[in-house]
């Protein structure tokens, strides 16, 4: 039985459990009662479709450590009450995705708006930021989502529901946001990049080509 990623690869029932007593309260609770939280994680940030997932998997099993893709429990929900400081990021860590955060390789491209919280609750981390050329990167996102981006005046709020994936085309926590999807991607790429630029001396930068 390997231990390689979120779950326990070769063991559909395992997972199984390990979901189901995710989603309730005492489940949770007795989980992370087991867990501790890694004090030197490395953390991959970015965004979506920059080859995040890919690279998180080729370095956990490069260095031989576990690795998680996705955080179950930082919700987009729960990421707004962390922006408008309903939460702490800590607090949401702690309560929501300890299990995720006792791995030594984390990624969470959602994070990477709350990289200064991030680094206040783990000073020691060290931070991974993978950018992809912003036309790869916004065409891989709407193809992956069966949207098309030959229409500039397509608003936010004219597109079907996208599941977790509206905060993305919405550009959530950042400070500002368009009406207009095209408008927003860019903007979220550019965001994201000034975020590496303003921290470029404390993060590892991996270019997805």
Known sequence: MTFTGMFYEDNNRVNRLWKASLKREIGRRVIYAT??????????????????????????KA??????????????????????????LETA???????????????ECNLT??????????PKARFVFIVR?????????????????????????????????NAVLENRWSDHQSPYLMDNLALRWRQMAEIYWQNANSMLLIRYE
Do not use: M
């Not at 867990?35 to 953390?43: D, F």
């Open 35 to 60: 867990v501790r939280l890694q004090k030197e994680p490395v953390i991959l940030l970015g965004n979506q479709k920059s080859g995040t997932t890919a690279i998180t998997a080729l370095l956990g």
């Open 63 to 88: 260095v031989k450590k576990r690795y998680v893709t996705y955080l179950r429990g930082l919700h987009p929900d729960l990421l707004d009450q962390v922006h408008t400081g309903e939460w702490t």
């Open 93 to 107: 860590i702690r309560q929501r995705a300890k299990l995720e955060f006792s791995f030594p390789v984390i990624k």
């Open 113 to 122: 708006y709350f990289h200064e919280e991030l680094a206040t609750c783990f």
């Open 133 to 165: 050329d912003p036309r790869q990167q916004i065409r891989s996102l709407l193809s992956h989502l069966g949207l098309k981006g030959n229409a500039p005046g397509i608003k936010v709020e004219q597109l079907p529901h996208q599941g977790l994936w």
